[in-house]
């Protein structure tokens, strides 16, 4: 074959007369598709029917999936019976009549209701066997004989989605190793077909893998590209290199975007090593649902050109589509992938002639079921000149046999992409399947099921405007216009897979460094005010490197700071809430455009990693828009009743002087959200920020100076607790307190405030931590719940006031949730903030590493203690995550909030007995369950009264406006932060009521103005 860019033959067919055949052969593979639907009654013909009932009605649809997902995780043939009854026959929906006699003969209760309950497991283990060629090499080698013999050509994939720990990581690379070799010797004697065996560029492996890189690393982030990378591909090399040992070929498939980059660094940095530089049998995807899918190819191209490599590339569409939108819609962020099927289409066209145009380095596979895109294929070949056995047609095992069939007989070569593995972690695979044959737009479905017209089916893609355009970036946030807000968005978190945001937070991270060490004073009445004494801040990371020094207020200048807002108030307070609120939204302009440099910051000085650092400072911008624009809301006068001859007006006004005693967990979050509500709400502020977090403190008041916030309306007042922050509860010219921290604390604020009155009985709003239980059931996605509850429990350290602290186990699910659980925990890397591996880092002080580490005593003495993370032991204050299980509920470490990584797991017989343990607590602030059960989860609903409760997912991470945050009973006294209640709190509601009518006459109403 010809090397270089092939050139298009003089004689090349006009462009509608290459339409005219594409359309042709897509309309010659119909054909052998045609006629294909499988007989009723035939087990193919039950399946067939299931599908096109669900894909009739949307909701049996979802039903189905979600029976499907949770099937191999039922037991008993009690728990088969009960989700029967719960998502089809409860949820009202008319069932087809087969599925309407096994749910009824399955749930009756009668001696039949066995035998119905296993047929339907024989149905769903049925299907899933349409898709998976068998659970090992073992098992798959007569399906994979019988291809070869028809001269079809395979690809092994082995079933499972991401994997939780380390030791299942190694699982996955052992079980690829034992496919090599327990299939590399058979398939070797099987007889010679050439079109299967024989390319244009030479002989073609027979033993063909295809891998996922997300099963090779547990903790793949791309937070942490390098790491990730050289974690990756410390477990695919010895893979690849048996691979190449065996004379096989692999390709690394493309999954969900965020992997995207790192895939093709995997792939490109592996095939760059000594060792596999001759190397040609090594793969990579595009997928062409990507609106920069052109550049990935033209990225592959450019590599293999410069090194002069020649690799295989399998051009799909994307797989992930479902997902990829509603993660970014959930993020606020640009979709990665197109919205328009006609323009996914057309990108697969154009990438098609690009890989053909380059076949001598780039050996192209075509993986799709579309009639329309496989032609495509085949008549650009045609056109340029690509020999039929110059590249390869690819389709999944038990999708479109038919097509299959048809395409084989036209002469290509084809080879199925065959999952090999159990059914169990096989479901997600097998989700995704069912979701594309049932998908509205998936071609199967129209052209098999809904019998769509073949001039419809073969027609060229109609592309969108939008087609071709740049793909759209996150666009900058704009500048909040106080006159005209618009309505509140969640500020978007960074996408650390773009590497623009990596590299932001790196050089973030190395100003930050520079300008450490530098001094804030104390700021009151507008000025600064130093003192002799200093308070010392440190990076908890590393203890030695100063990250700058406060002054500590005394009571003369916590009386000075009292006086400067005193001074401050009866302006600000009649100043308009539309004035107020501009400084909110100017003060969140000026974040946003620091915030890495604020999340940096905090890294160092908080111990934050980059993406709780980056969420906490989104936080803070989202509560300077969203009480800004609640300030707006409840700023207007309201006329409350009609009476004629009287004018009411209820009206909100500030309290007075507020003082926020904030924590040192979100330093810049909950500092921010308690300061900025207090002072859009008209009161002048004095802030206490925590001890260990004085410079991210000063940074929030600079910013409210800068956005105009007039002097003494926000003071800056670092100090110590016992001293200076009891005197400002006692003091009579404070008439608000709003405290974040310890229960104690919280406790002791509450007494002092209510003993020392000032103008009048001082308001406390006061959020107190928790001890948070999650849930999990029988049914539960153990995939999702052991890695929700580690990040849950362990992410920064555990210190968050929301942080699961137990987990609480149905007996039924007990051995294997917490042997993943145990494998996972000892997977998670401790570690410097800083470094982007580092999953737990340091906890704020010695003080709470010795406080944490005296209740880990407390548990060696009350229950067994089953894993501990490994901590480096370099002189940061690091604990490492702790697991205690079989931990009575009576236990201390099941009953005091903790504060640090250490997680106590509880057996319970049954839901009763979960909820007793999971609200037998003082507290009651956030919680979790993990089920698949709807009765459960309705159940656990109504009956597990925290104040924040999460389903199937983490429990910490709550958005603003989205998930309004805060407890009840020990967790705190107020209403939660971030919601519609919230500045009520901040307020004082005042009506006044004047008799308009005078000497008898009263006006009409609209004459009487506000
Ligand atoms: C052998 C083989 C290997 C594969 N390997 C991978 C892989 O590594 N990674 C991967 O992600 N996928 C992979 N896939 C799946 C593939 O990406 C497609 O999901 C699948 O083949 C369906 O596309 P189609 O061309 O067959 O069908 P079609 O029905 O023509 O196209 C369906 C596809 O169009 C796209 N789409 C659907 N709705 C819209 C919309 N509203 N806007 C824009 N686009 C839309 C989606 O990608 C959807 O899957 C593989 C498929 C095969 C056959």
């Known amino acids: 074959m010809a090397a270089g860019r092939r050139r298009r033959p003089a004689a090349m067919a006009a462009t509608t007369d290459r339409e005219a055949r594409v359309q042709e052969t897509a309309r010659r593979i119909l054909a052998g598709v045609a006629g294909s639907r499988p007989r009723r009654l035939s087990r193919e013909g039950l399946q067939a029917g299931l599908m096109e009932w669900a894909m009739a009605d949307e909701r049996l649809k979802v039903q189905l999936l979600r029976f499907v997902d949770v099937f191999p995780t039922l037991r008993s043939q009690a728990e088969v019976a009960g989700h029967l009854r719960e998502y089809f026959a409860d949820a009202g929906l008319e069932l087809p009549r087969a599925l309407r006699w096994a749910v009824r003969l399955a749930t009756a209760g009668t001696p039949v209701s066995p035998l119905a309950t296993a047929a339907v497991r024989r149905q769903l283990q049925g299907f899933a066997g349409r898709f998976i060629v068998g659970r090992d090499a073992g098992d798959a080698l007569p399906s994979l004989r019988a291809l070869h013999r028809q001269g079809i050509g395979f690809t092994l994939d082995v079933l499972g989605e991401a994997v939780v720990s380390e030791r299942e990581a190694d699982a996955y690379q052992q079980t690829y190793l034992a496919l ?8 070797a004697r099987w007889p010679a077909v050439p079109v299967v065996d024989t390319a244009a560029w030479g002989r073609l492996p027979r033993l063909n893998l295809s891998l996922k890189i997300t099963s090779l690393y547990s903790q793949i982030d791309p937070v942490d590209f390098r790491g990730s990378v050289a974690a990756v591909k410390d477990r695919l090399r010895p893979i690849v290199r048996r691979v190449r040992e065996r004379g096989g070929a692999i390709t690394l498939d493309l999954e969900q975007h965020r992997f995207r980059d790192l895939t093709y660094a995997v792939f490109t940095s592996l ?3 000594e060792e596999f530089r001759g190397f040609d049998d090594a793969g990579v995807v595009v997928q062409a649902y990507l609106r920069d899918a052109d550049r990935d190819l033209e990225a592959l191209l450019q590599w293999a050109k410069a090194r002069d490599r020649r690799f295989h590339v399998r051009l799909v569409k994307g797989a992930y589509w479902d997902y990829e939108t509603v993660v970014a819609a959930q993020e606020g962020w640009p979709p990665p992938v197109f919205t328009h099927k006609g323009d996914t289409d057309a990108m697969y066209e154009r990438l098609t002639g690009v890989l053909l145009e380059n076949s001598d380095r780039l050996r192209p596979a075509f993986a799709s079921h579309n009639a329309r895109s496989l032609a495509v294929a085949i008549e650009t070949a045609r056109d340029l000149g690509v020999p039929a056995d110059g590249f390869e047609l690819q389709m999944l095992h038990g999708m479109g046999e038919p097509l299959r069939a048809a395409v084989a007989g036209l002469g290509f070569r084809v080879r199925e992409y065959a999952p090999v593995g159990e059914l169990l972690p096989g479901m997600a695979y097998l989700v995704r399947r069912l979701l594309e044959n049932t998908a509205n737009e998936s071609f199967l479905r129209q052209a098999v099921v809904e019998g769509a017209a073949a001039d ?3 027609r060229p893609p109609r592309t969108s405007p939008a087609f071709g355009a740049e793909p759209p970036r996150l666009p900058a946030v704009p500048d909040t216009d106080p006159g005209d807000p618009g309505p509140f968005r969640n500020e978007p978190h960074a996408d650390f897979s773009r590497r623009e945001n990596r590299d932001a937070f ?6 930050v460094r520079r300008d450490l060490g530098r001094h804030h004073p104390l700021r009151i009445g507008g000025r600064d005010v130093d003192t002799a004494e200093r308070l010392v801040s440190v990076d908890p990371s590393h203890p030695d490197v100063v990250v700058g020094t406060a002054a500590c ?11 400067a807002a005193r001074r401050a108030l009866p302006g600000w307070r009649a100043a308009p809430p539309q004035a107020r609120a501009a400084v ?4 969140a302009a000026l974040l946003r455009r620091q915030r890495f440099d604020l999340a940096a910051l905090m890294t160092v000085e908080a111990g934050k990693t980059r993406r709780e650092a980056d969420a906490d400072v989104t936080e803070a911008i989202d509560f300077l828009e969203y009480y800004g624009r609640e300030a707006l809301r409840l700023g207007a006068p309201r006329r409350l009743g009609h009476a004629p001859g009287e004018h009411n007006l209820y009206f909100y006004e500030g309290r007075g002087v507020a003082l926020v005693v904030a924590p040192w967990n979100f330093p810049l979050a909950i500092l921010t959200g308690m300061t900025s509500a207090a002072l859009v709400s008209g009161n002048t502020v004095i802030v206490k920020p925590a001890g260990p977090t004085p410079v991210v403190a000063a940074r929030l008041v600079a910013a409210l100076e800068e956005a105009g916030a007039p002097a003494g309306t926000v003071n800056y007042l670092p100090g110590r607790g016992a001293e200076v922050g009891d005197f400002l509860v006692r003091h009579p010219g404070v008439d608000l307190i709003a405290f974040t921290g310890s229960m104690e604390v919280g406790l002791h604020i509450v007494r002092e405030a209510a003993a020392h009155p000032g103008e009048g009985v001082k308001k406390v709003i006061a959020e107190m931590g928790g001890k948070n239980a999650v849930i999990v059931d029988g049914d539960a996605d153990l995939d999702l719940a052991v890695s929700e509850v580690v990040s849950s429990a362990f992410h920064y350290a555990g210190q968050k006031c929301s942080a699961a602290s137990q987990v609480v186990v149905l007996d039924s699910a007990y051995d294997q949730f917490v042997g993943r659980l145990l494998d996972a925990v000892r997977s998670v890397r401790v570690g410097p903030a800083e470094e982007p591996g580092t999953r737990v880092g340091p906890v704020i002080t010695a003080e709470a590493r010795e406080r944490i580490l005296s209740y880990v005593e407390q548990g060696r003495r009350e229950a067994t203690l089953a894993a501990v993370g490994e901590a480096p032991d370099d002189g940061g204050f690091y604990v490492a995550p702790y697991v205690f299980v079989d931990v009575s509920p009576q236990a201390v470490i099941a009953q005091e909030e903790i504060f640090g990584p250490v997680l106590a797991v509880l057996r ?17 602030l956030t919680g979790g369950l993990f089920s698949r ?15 924040n409760l999460y389903i199937n997912r983490g429990i910490t991470g709550a958005l603003v406006e989205r998930q309004p945050f805060g407890g009840f009973k020990m967790s705190g006294v107020g209403s939660k932060a971030g919601g519609p209640d919230y500045l009520l709190q901040f307020v004082e509601p005042r009506t006044v009521t004047e008799n308009t009518m005078r000497r008898g006459f009263a006006p009409p109403e609209d004459l009487l103005g506000e």
Do not use: M
């Open 180 to 187: 090599v070799d327990g299939l590399a010797d058979e398939v």
């Open 271 to 273: 095939l760059e090593e």
């Open 456 to 458: 419809e089916l073969v």
């Open 506 to 511: 790196d050089e973030a991270l190395t100003r």
């Open 553 to 563: 207020a005394g009571r003369a200048e916590a009386e000075a700071a009292v006086a």
């Open 584 to 587: 909110l939204f100017r003060a």
């Open 908 to 924: 319970a017989a049954d839901l009763d007995e979960a909820l007793a343990i999971a609200g037998g607590v003082r507290y009651a």
């Open 933 to 947: 059960s709807p009765a459960t989860i309705a159940r656990v609903r109504r009956e597990f009264r925290v104040g």
